[in-house]
């Protein structure tokens, strides 16, 4: 027995998979962002971070913008994974969306 799935059915998926992230991010935004605003406490973030994860289902990872004279530099403020040592994590879409200064998005296949 064998089973696939066609392309078009996987490329639909995906795209559902990615709005529904997009719908996710318009709601969790704006209280992060008043955390970040407000400069609350670390712990207040990352439940906010944390709470974006649970609610979409994916991983939430919250990443500083620093300009620098060698361009801009993405740094790790939050994420929504108790893992100590996220260094591995790439964030090569965000980085392209800095550097054009337009939206992009990316996804990675979940961690074993």
């Known amino acids: 027995m064998y089973l696939g799935v066609a392309p078009s059915l ?6 559902q998979r990615l709005n529904s992230l997009a719908v996710a991010a318009q709601r969790y935004s704006p ?6 605003e407000s400069s609350s406490d670390v712990k207040v973030l ?11 289902g994916a991983r939430v990872t919250l990443l ?12 790790v403020r939050s994420d929504s994974t108790a893992e100590v040592d996220i260094t591995d994590l790439r ?15 990316n996804s990675a296949p979940p961690s074993a």
């Open 91 to 105: 964030f090569g879409a965000a980085a392209e969306a800095v550097r054009s200064a337009a939206p992009g998005t």
């Open 10 to 15: 996987e490329s639909n998926l995906r795209d």
């Open 46 to 56: 990352d439940g906010r971070v944390r709470r974006a994860a649970d609610s979409s």
């Open 64 to 75: 500083a913008i620093t300009r620098t004279e060698g361009g801009p530099q993405l740094e």
């Open 31 to 36: 209280p992060i962002r008043r955390a970040l």
